[in-house]
Structure formats: structure tokens, C-alpha cells
């Protein structure tokens, strides 16, 4: 909220710099986000006090003066000016600065003498008519301290951020009271016009909920003219535009005391009377605004009885406007409940500085009170004549009542982490307006109406720690170690995983939680696969963002399709993120699945003098993979099957103990280009929940032969109904010697025969026992083959 | 001296001669015959170790020794050629003369620098003694909003804008709601952290963004205070912006803390002086904080008055930002190759290999 520090200074003394105020309220808890300075602009010019003045040596009119404005040394000064005198508090024009008309000022002689600056007259800053001679300032402060906003008319506003618990400080009364407990200074409340309850009015309210409290004034005689000018400035300072007398003084009503008034023409009204009800169905209204308004049972109206005259605690109705004829007035200051005003707001969607804060809890205890401010002004204006008398229907009276908080003193401070005594503790809260009493081991506070906030004990702690100040509190405390960290074996393997996939050359990506309905279509994931049924956001930003991924493909394809294709010439990125499956749980919420996606596309390697480039395929892809399993596991049986049903030729299941752990393959091309990529693109994802969390590592350490190993080359010939897994699993379970099985070479040739494939094998033996002789491995060969032949008809390739 | 005596400085002649010419042979015809004239049986090295009877006794085995292991070594190279010839690396000189040519390259990746960082300020928790904390991020509106103290169709709630997946479920708004989750399931004393994903139903723009990363403390004890807090919240800042850097708490409001304040330390492009980064001010926000509101107690299962302690929470992206000058939130989910790699394989305008 902005306000105006000079508004402020009507309630509360303030000394300090804008600069200063504005630090300090941030400090307690007022987190001051701007300070702007309205009206002329004095930068450069600044508060100075007049050490010395001597007649000009060479012109009699002129005197030579030094200024201490807050520099090293003080200044030289030539004034012409008749009152300049010793002992003066002066403006001071330094060097550089510019001046009324863009006058701006520079090092100068005048008559041989030096001047380094100008003691300013009223004309010269354009702040008035007067350039007779100097100003003579009537405050003190540090020499050379600007006197940006300190002059004429000129203003600074303070733009400050209110916490929704603060209704109390949405008008600058509050924000001075909470000055003056800064300050522990005097607070001084605005003039009233003392009324009387009785005047002999109807004011019916339907439901105490929505509207616990409807006080209203009269005014007669009114003369609808333009407000005064110290109005005008300030509301004008805080945005506002003036209007005319009666309307200006709600509003000023309004950002003075927080309350918001409503002036009807009482003339216009149907009825003399006020029936606040909620509207039905078929009624309209056309507010202030000129908007026509179709109504329904949300929204909360003022009507006369007969007919709409306003929608409560928002906007006004145009019917009973004030206008230039206006001569009687009812002036209305209610209270309206939160949810009701919001649920009006929200209906026709409109948001005013009176919802604002009804929403927030106007203070119930202010009402009349703001009425006899209103009079006080109108009468004070000659705005008209307000009747001494006003009306009021409270639904409830407790709702008046203070409330009693007791605050225990060693619960404060344990909390706080202090030592203060009961009687600091009620100096702290007496500053803030809220009137306590030591009572032993307690304190006893009474919370008056305009701070509900206040509901119990810790929120005494709250304030008792505002104002004793957070700088304050634990300087020397030392910390205690009673509890020890115990690190999540999951986290660290997800993060191990992470730098292992980094160093391979992968560039870590996060994409977006949300997906795209369209993802669905263009991936073709039917309704009954747990990806194509997402859960939708019911308010999302755009459609395209409207339901929370089920994978992690197309984010992955789209930070590919985004890259120019020139830059695709080597892509390798990752992302392990959640995606989130309508596998509901008790409470409704999805499951979510912690996935690792890799994406490949382009070339294996940068293109190099000494390396030949290719492009990356699906066996490089497999050997990342099998890299990665070795990581987060040590199951040996890892099978890569394919994945028939959808797609046959490109797309893999991985299997360990027969169930899917993770899948890999090629984007089908035809997916590849809705995302605007048609180079291949292989992707693999792996579903990290099923993996141990602690990542493979081997319970024991294994025993290393020390006897040299004996390699031997052996090439068969099979059909093509027997796989590479078929046969490497025969040859692992011929011999106890056997170390590798590097297959190293694949051919199938159509000079093979029809469906023939050859294999070519590097294997390895070694013995823990001795260096294994020819023989020995000799005979291990002829088990292999023998064992090939006979379990799946592979024999040597002879040729 | 016997002139045709054989010594160990002439043995790493032979040895010299018979590397050179096994990496130049171009093929296994060429590389038999060189295998035939050092190891075969007229081979320099076969008769080398027939004369060795001709030295004196002692010198014997150490020469002996000398001759096998070269023997060995050349075995070994002769098969290391063969597979290079095999490999059609036959014609390509093994060491071209020139070490300015580049290496053998790969594609080099590295981590994202939001994780970089989550990474960083993660260990400085572990040390402080916080352990990791999980909680999902489609969220009930429960531990979103209520069982942190948020009234109903309270304008507290506004200050979120919350994207609702239906009236009860919603995507957590903050990582404040692993607070109830996990007190739930635990009992003080407890000490932990949660980062996460967190959303927020807001337009984009160079500081907002819809998603972005959280991280919540939490430390609850039987006398935990404000004290302990400012404590935590300034070791934690000194750790990852240096010990120069200044801290200070200013009273604020969230429902789920009472006292609640928010966390500035000094501006990092300023020192404190006031630039247009902090608006001035020198000072620039990090963090909510605050102890822990009763009711959140009681909404957990303690007692309130059994326990005391307090909460934080703090934008990941934000202090990425603020760490690295990062002027835009964007960029961090934008996925940029050329902006992420900066962070691992050095800064744009360096010209890459
Ligand atoms: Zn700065």
C-alpha cells in the first residue's frame, strides 16, 4: 500500500529521513518496497548551517559566506541575499545541482570571489513567489542531508507491503500507530464530531454473518463543491482522483481510518430505509462503474428495502450516486463479513479498495467512529450539515468486547531465546497500543478491536519480539547438537547417478511437471494405458500446460525441437524427475514415479582428426544402458526384449527376473517429427523406484586369480530363431574357467544360407588354481561347441 | 673387454631398434619377419642369451633377466601391432609428431546448475545435522493449506496462487506441507530438510515463475528458539555466500510461524552499498522463516506446549540467481544446452576445442 509521509505526519512526529523510516519499518516487520519522492526534485540540495558572513570586499550588496553543508571543509559561499546571517539553517545548492527552470549550478567567481555553491530563495527551487531573499529553515538536521521532500508541496510516498493478517494497517492511522510504537512517540488521532446514537431510522440486516454491523449518518444542506486543496494533494499523492467534497472525504475517510463510507443520495432512495439481504436470482444492478450487473444468491446487497442500491462492502449503485443536486445524504460505515464479500467479489469480479479490506476483517469496533470523522470534515468544509444523531444496528454485541490474552513470561521466552522480565515484556506490548498488566508469572493483555489478528498467546510472542527487535535476539546463543544427520541412501544414490551419467557426457536437463493433452495424442497413448490418462488441472495458465506429466518423453523430445538443428549434430541429455499416474491412493492422490529418461541423437563423438564419426544407433544406446545397470544393480539377468504389441522394430522392454524395470528404444519417426526433430532420436527410461535404493555394491570382495589368463577366438554358425542371449548363455554354463565372451564379430551374409548368422567370440579363461595348459582349454572348447550343437544345432563355421 | 660380449646398454639398443620397427610394420607379413629376427631361432635376442655363458658369472643372471623381459615386452607388442593392423590402424603412424594436434574428443555433459547448487547447499545441512525429508507434490489441499494454518477462503491463500486439480487435491504451492507429513510419522526431536518441486499459478516473467525448486527446514526440540533459528540461518548463509556476507531478520507474516520473519543477507553485487539489483536497499530477501505456530502442532499430533521450534523455506532457483547472476528465472527451465554448460565446461565466449 502506498501512503504519503506527509499524510502520516499529521498523527505521529517524524524526524527521520524517508531513507531511515523506511529501514526502520522494514525492521519491524513493515517491509517498506519503495520510496518515491512526489514534486519538485531537490537532489543536490541540502540542509546547511551559516558559519560565517562577511561583507564582499568588492560589492557592497553581496556577502561571503561559509556553509557547513556536511563536507570536509565548508563552503565558500557568495549570497546576495539582504537576511543572510551568521547562525542561519540554510538550503544549499551544491555544485552540480539543478534548480527550478533547469538552472543548474557551477563552481563560479563573483567579483574575484570564489563560490562553491548557492543558498537558495523560495523562487529559485520553485516552491514559491518569495525571492525577496534566502529561506531561513525552521527544522534541523545533519548538515548536508538532502532536503529531498522536506520543502514546499512536494511529498514522499512509501510503497509498503501489508500482510493479509494486517487489516489494521491498510490506512495511514495504522501505519503511524505502529510508527509511534517504532519510535515510542506520541500518537495524535484525528478530530471528531461527536455524535449521539438514536436517530430514528430502519436499518434491517438479514444474516449477522454476512453483515455483523451497519452504522449509518445524515447530512442535510449539502453543497456538492470541489473539496479543499490539503485534501485534494493528498489523496491525489496516493492515487487517488478528486472528485468532490463528499465523495473526497469517504475516500479520505477511507485511507485514514481503513473504514470504507458509502454516501447515498437520500433523496434517490425508494425507501428511508436500509435492508442489507443477499440479491436474488433474477436482479440487476448497474454499480458505479456503468456496468449492469446480473445478480444471483452469492453476492450481498444494500437495498432500501425495495431495490438495490448497492452490492455491499464493493462497489456503490448508480441509482442513489451523489451528484451536483445532491442535498440529503445518508453516509453508511458497516462492517461486512469476509466470506461474504469475497464470494460477492469473486461473482462479478470486480476488486475495489473497500473489498480489499472487508476481506481482510474491517476493524467492527471503528465504524462510528469513522462516521464522526466524516461529519467533523463535512462540517469543517461546509460540505453540509450532519445530524448529531446517527444509527446503528450491531447484530451481536460481544463482538465489541477486548480480548484477554494471558502471556506466560518463560513460554516468551523460550521461545524468543531471552531473558526478559513481565514488566519489559508489557512495556513492549504497552508501545503498540495494547493495553497489558503484569500478573506473576504472566502477563495480561487487553487486544483491542482493531487488532483481531491477535487470537492467543503466541501471537503476543510475535509482537513482544517485533518490537523488542530480531537483530537483538541470540547473538551469543550457541547451537545445539543433540540430533546428528542421517544421510537418505536413496537421495544419494539418485545424486551418485546423476554425476555418473554427467561425466559420460550427459547434460542434465529439468523440464516441466506439465504436459501438453496434445503429448497424448502425438505419443498415440490410448485411454487405457496409465499415460494417456493424465490428472488435469482445473485452473491451469494454458491448455498446453494443463495436466501433470506422465512422462518424460515429450518434455526430453521438446528441449531437442527447440535447439536448431544445426546444434543437434551430438545430443545427450538426462532428466530424473517424477511423473505423476492416476493410480490413486486413499487420500486421492496420484502415484508418483521417479523416472530417469536419456535421450540420444546425432553423432557418437565430436567430429575429430583421429576418430571417424557415426552416428549414434541403437547398440550404443544398449551399451550406455548396460553401463548404467551396473550401477544400480547386480542382477546378472538383465534381458532386452522387444516389446511386440506396439512397436516391433523399435522399441525395447527391459527385464530383470521378468519384470519391466525400464524401457529403451528409437522414437518412431513419424512421433519424432510432431516434435519437429527428423534425425533419429533414441531415449531410454528407467523407472528408479523399482531399483535398490542403495545401488549396487558387493557385500564381499572377490578373490583375484593371480595365474595369467589364456584367450581364444571361436566363430559358429546359427539359425536365426537362436539369439546372441541363447548362445552366450550355453557357452557361460560349459565352463567354470570362463572369464569373458566378447562377441566381436556379426554376420549375416546371404552367402551363409538362407537365415544363417555367424558369430565370432573372444573368450577368456583363467584358473584360480594354476596357469591353465592348451589342453586344458582345448577340451573346454570342445565342451562349448559340443554343447552349442546339441542344446541349439550352432556349430564351428568351418569355412 | 670381449668384443663380443653382450651388456645392458646394448640390449636397450636392441629393445630401441625392435619397438621401431614393430610400430611401423604395415602388415602381419612384415611383422613376422621382424618377430623372426629378434625372437626366432637365429633371432638377435635368442643368440644374445646363448652367449651369455661367455660373461663373467656373476653378470649372468641379471643379463639373463634383462633378455627375458625384453623378450616379453616385444611379445607383447608384437601382439598389440597385430590387433592394430587387424584394426585397419595399420597405416596410421601410432605418435603423428605434433602434441598440439587436439585429443580424442567425446561429448562432455554435466550436471544442471540448479541441481549444482541444491547439491551444494544440501551438504551444508548434512553438516548442520538436518536429514532429508520427502513429500509428494500433487498435494492435498489439507497439508497445503489447513493443517499449516491457513483459515479457509482466507485471502492468506491468495498470496499463492494455487493450481487445483479438484477442491481437495492440489500442486503444493511450498515444501511447507512435508512439515505436518513428516512430524506426523515422527517424533521430536527432528531436524530436516525437503527440497522439491513447488507451483505457482502465476504468468511468468523474469522473477516468477509457475514451477520452480524449494527447500523447507525444520527443527523441532523441546526448547528451540528464535535464537537457534537466526543461528542456523546465518551459518547456513556464511557457508555458501562466504563469511562476509551479512544477515538479518525482518518481522513478517505466514501463517504456519509465529514469529515469522524474512531473511536478508548483503547484496552480493554491492556489499551492502545499494545498487539497482537490491533496489538500493543492500540488502536482498532469501528466505522465509519462523517458529513453528502451535496449531501446526496440534494439526501433527503434538502437544503444543511439549515441543518448540522452528521452520524455513527458500527458493532454489532464487539463490542460483542471486549465486551466479542469473537475470532471468526462465532461463533455468528453459534447457538451453549453450546456457547449462557454461556451468561445467566453462563460460560461452571461450572458444571450444
Ligand atoms: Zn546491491
Not at chain 1, 549570497?79 to 557551477?106: D, M, Q, W, Y
Not at chain 1, 500507530?177 to 446514537?197: D, G, H, S, T, V
Request: proline share 5%.
Amino acid at each position: 500500500m502506498k501512503v504519503s509521509l506527509n499524510w502520516l505526519k499529521r498523527y505521529v512526529d517524524i524526524e527521520e529521513s524517508a531513507a531511515v523510516l523506511a529501514h526502520d519499518l522494514t525492521m519491524f516487520g513493515l517491509n517498506v518496497e519503495s520510496v518515491e519522492t512526489k514534486g519538485p526534485d531537490f537532489s543536490g540540495v541540502v540542509w546547511g548551517k551559516v558559519l560565517t558572513c562577511n561583507r564582499h570586499p568588492a560589492a557592497d550588496r553581496l556577502s561571503v559566506c561559509t556553509v557547513d553543508a556536511g563536507r570536509d571543509k565548508p563552503l565558500h559561499i557568495v549570497c546576495g541575499a539582504p537576511n543572510v546571517r551568521a547562525g542561519l539553517s540554510v538550503a544549499v545548492a551544491e555544485i552540480g545541482a539543478v534548480l527550478a527552470g533547469g538552472f543548474k549550478i557551477k563552481k563560479a567567481k563573483l567579483r574575484g570571489e570564489v563560490s562553491e555553491g548557492m543558498i537558495c530563495s523560495e523562487t529559485e527551487l520553485g516552491i514559491g513567489d518569495d525571492a525577496s531573499g534566502i529561506i531561513e529553515l525552521d527544522f534541523t538536521l545533519t548538515p548536508g542531508e538532502s532536503l529531498d521532500g522536506r520543502l514546499g508541496h512536494s511529498d514522499i510516498l512509501l510503497d509498503i507491503e501489508i500482510t493479509p493478517n494486517r487489516p489494521d494497517l491498510l490506512c495511514h492511522f495504522g501505519i503511524a500507530r505502529e510508527i509511534a510504537a517504532l519510535y515510542n512517540r506520541e500518537l495524535r488521532f484525528p478530530e471528531l464530531l461527536k455524535l449521539e446514537r438514536g436517530e430514528d431510522f430502519s436499518i434491517r440486516i438479514e444474516n449477522g454473518n454476512d453483515c455483523p454491523r451497519y452504522s449509518a449518518a445524515f447530512i442535510d444542506q449539502v453543497e456538492i463543491k470541489p473539496s479543499p486543496e490539503w485534501m485534494q494533494e493528498l489523496l491525489l499523492a496516493v492515487g487517488l482522483k478528486p472528485i468532490s467534497n463528499i465523495v473526497d472525504i469517504t475516500n479520505f475517510v477511507l485511507m485514514e481510518t481503513g473504514q470504507p463510507l458509502h454516501a447515498f443520495d437520500r433523496d434517490r432512495l425508494s425507501q428511508d430505509s436500509i435492508l442489507v439481504r443477499r440479491a436474488r436470482p433474477d436482479e440487476k444492478i448497474v454499480t458505479l462503474d456503468g456496468t449492469e450487473r446480473q445478480l444471483n444468491d452469492n453476492v450481498l446487497l444494500i437495498t432500501d428495502g425495495e431495490r438495490p442500491q448497492g452490492v455491499a462492502g464493493v462497489m456503490g449503485g448508480q441509482e442513489s450516486e451523489i451528484n451536483p443536486g445532491t442535498k440529503r445524504i445518508l453516509l453508511e460505515s458497516a462492517t461486512f463479513g469476509p466470506r461474504a464479500i469475497r464470494r460477492s467479489r469473486q461473482c462479478l469480479k470486480m476488486d475495489t479498495e473497500a473489498s480489499y479490506r472487508f476481506e481482510r476483517e474491517a476493524d467492527i469496533g471503528v465504524t462510528v467512529e469513522a462516521l464522526e470523522r466524516a461529519c467533523w470534515l463535512i462540517k469543517e468544509t461546509g460540505a453540509g450539515q450532519p445530524s448529531l444523531h446517527y444509527a446503528d444496528n450491531l447484530m451481536d454485541n460481544s463482538a465489541l468486547e477486548t480480548r484477554r490474552i494471558e502471556l506466560r513470561v518463560a513460554q516468551a521466552n523460550r521461545i524468543m531465546g531471552t531473558q526478559l522480565a513481565a514488566d519489559d515484556l508489557v512495556e513492549l506490548l504497552d508501545r503498540l497500543g495494547l493495553e497489558s498488566r503484569e500478573a506473576g508469572e504472566t502477563v495480561v493483555t487487553a487486544v483491542p478491536t482493531f487488532r483481531r489478528d491477535l487470537k492467543e498467546e503466541i501471537d503476543l510472542i510475535e509482537e513482544t519480539s517485533r518490537v523488542y527487535g530480531y537483530e537483538n535476539i541470540g547473538r551469543e546463543e550457541e547451537r545445539k547438537n543433540s540430533l546428528f544427520a542421517s544421510i537418505s541412501v536413496a537421495d544419494r544414490r539418485n545424486e551418485d547417478i546423476c554425476f555418473y551419467l554427467a561425466s559420460r557426457g550427459y547434460t542434465e536437463v529439468i523440464t516441466s511437471s506439465f504436459m501438453d493433452p496434445q503429448d497424448i495424442t502425438r505419443f498415440e497413448w490410448s485411454r487405457r494405458d496409465p499415460r494417456g490418462n493424465p490428472v488435469k488441472l482445473e485452473n491451469p495458465l494454458t491448455i498446453s500446460q494443463s495436466v501433470m506429466r506422465t512422462s518424460l518423453l515429450p518434455g526430453m523430445l521438446k528441449v531437442i525441437g527447440r535447439h536448431p538443428v544445426p546444434d543437434r549434430e551430438g545430443m545427450r541429455i538426462f532428466e530424473m524427475a517424477k511423473v505423476f499416474l492416476r493410480i490413486d491412493d486413499s487420500q486421492g492422490l496420484p502415484e508418483e514415479q521417479l523416472h530417469l529418461c536419456g535421450i540420444f541423437t546425432g553423432k557418437t563423438a565430436p567430429l575429430n582428426w583421429a576418430q571417424k564419426q557415426r552416428s549414434f544407433d541403437f547398440f550404443d544406446m544398449k551399451g550406455e544402458m548396460e553401463a548404467l545397470f551396473r550401477k544400480l544393480n547386480n542382477y546378472s539377468d538383465i534381458e532386452f526384449v522387444r516389446q511386440k504389441e506396439r512397436e516391433p522394430d523399435h522399441i525395447c522392454s527391459i527385464l530383470i527376473n521378468n519384470e519391466k524395470f525400464a524401457e529403451c528404444g528409437m522414437i518412431p519417426s513419424r512421433i519424432a517429427g510432431r516434435y519437429e526433430i527428423d534425425l533419429p532420436v533414441f531415449y531410454y527410461i528407467i523407472f528408479m523406484d523399482l531399483f535398490p535404493v542403495q545401488g549396487f555394491s558387493p557385500t564381499r570382495f572377490s578373490y583375484i586369480s593371480p595365474y595369467p589368463g589364456v584367450k581364444r577366438d571361436l566363430c559358429v554358425i546359427s539359425s536365426d530363431r537362436i539369439t546372441f542371449s541363447d548362445i552366450r548363455t550355453v557357452i557361460k554354463k560349459s565352463s567354470k574357467h570362463l572369464e569373458f565372451i566378447r562377441l566381436f564379430d556379426y554376420y549375416r551374409g546371404d552367402h551363409l544360407g538362407e537365415g544363417k548368422r555367424s558369430y565370432t567370440f573372444r573368450l577368456g579363461f583363467r584358473s584360480p588354481e594354476n596357469t591353465l595348459d592348451d589342453k586344458v582349454v582345448d577340451g573346454i572348447i570342445d565342451r562349448i561347441l559340443d554343447n552349442l550343437q546339441k542344446k541349439l544345432q550352432v556349430s564351428l563355421r568351418t569355412e | 673387454m670381449q668384443s663380443e660380449g653382450i651388456d645392458s646398454s646394448k640390449l636397450e639398443e636392441i629393445e630401441k631398434t625392435a619397438t621401431s620397427k614393430i610400430n611401423t610394420a604395415p602388415d602381419n607379413e612384415s611383422l613376422e619377419e621382424v618377430r623372426i629376427g629378434f625372437l626366432g631361432r637365429k633371432g638377435i635376442l635368442t643368440l644374445a642369451l646363448r652367449s651369455i655363458g661367455k660373461l663373467p658369472p656373476a653378470q649372468r643372471p641379471a643379463i639373463g633377466n634383462q633378455i627375458n623381459a625384453i623378450k616379453q615386452r616385444i611379445n607383447t607388442l608384437i601382439e598389440f601391432r597385430k590387433n592394430e593392423i587387424a584394426d585397419g590402424g595399420g597405416d596410421e603412424e601410432p605418435y603423428p609428431g605434433d602434441p598440439s594436434l587436439p585429443g580424442r574428443s567425446c561429448w562432455e555433459g554435466g550436471p544442471h546448475v540448479l541441481h549444482k547448487v541444491l547439491r551444494e547447499i544440501k551438504a551444508i545441512f548434512y553438516g548442520m545435522g538436518y536429514s532429508l525429508a520427502e513429500g509428494p507434490e500433487v498435494e492435498l489441499d489439507y497439508y497445503n493449506f489447513e493443517a499449516l494454518n491457513f483459515p479457509p477462503e482466507h485471502p492468506s491463500r491468495d498470496t499463492q496462487d494455487t493450481f487445483y486439480v479438484n477442491r481437495d487435491i492440489l500442486l503444493r504451492t511450498q515444501t511447507s506441507p512435508v512439515q505436518v507429513r513428516y512430524m506426523e510419522k515422527h517424533k521430536p526431536p527432528l531436524r530436516i530438510i525437503s527440497p522439491g518441486r513447488v507451483y505457482r499459478n502465476e504468468t511468468p516473467d523474469p522473477s516468477h515463475a509457475a514451477e520452480f525448486l524449494q527447500m523447507e527446514g525444520l527443527y523441532v526440540d523441546k526448547n528451540v528458539s528464535l535464537a537457534d533459528l537466526r543461528n542456523d540461518v546465518t551459518y547456513f548463509v556464511h557457508a555458501l555466500f562466504g563469511s562476509n556476507a551479512r544477515v538479518r531478520f525482518r518481522p513478517h507474516f505466514f501463517p504456519f510461524t509465529e514469529p515469522s520473519a524474512e531473511v536478508d543477507m548483503t547484496c552480493f553485487a554491492c556489499k551492502g552499498e545499494g545498487c539497482p539489483i537490491c533496489q538500493k536497499t543492500g540488502w536482498i530477501e532469501i528466505m522465509g522463516a519462523g517458529m513453528v505456530h502451535p496449531n501446526v502442532f496440534k494439526y501433527a499430533g503434538y502437544a503444543p506446549d511439549s515441543v518448540t521450534g522452528f521452520a524455513f523455506g527458500m527458493g532454489i532457483d532464487r539463490i542460483a540467481m542471486l549465486k551466479y547472476g542469473i537475470d532471468d528465472i526462465r532461463r533455468l527451465l528453459n534447457n538451453d544446452i549453450r546456457f547449462l554448460s557454461q556451468f561445467w565446461n566453462g563460460p560461452v565466449s571461450e572458444v571450444q576445442d
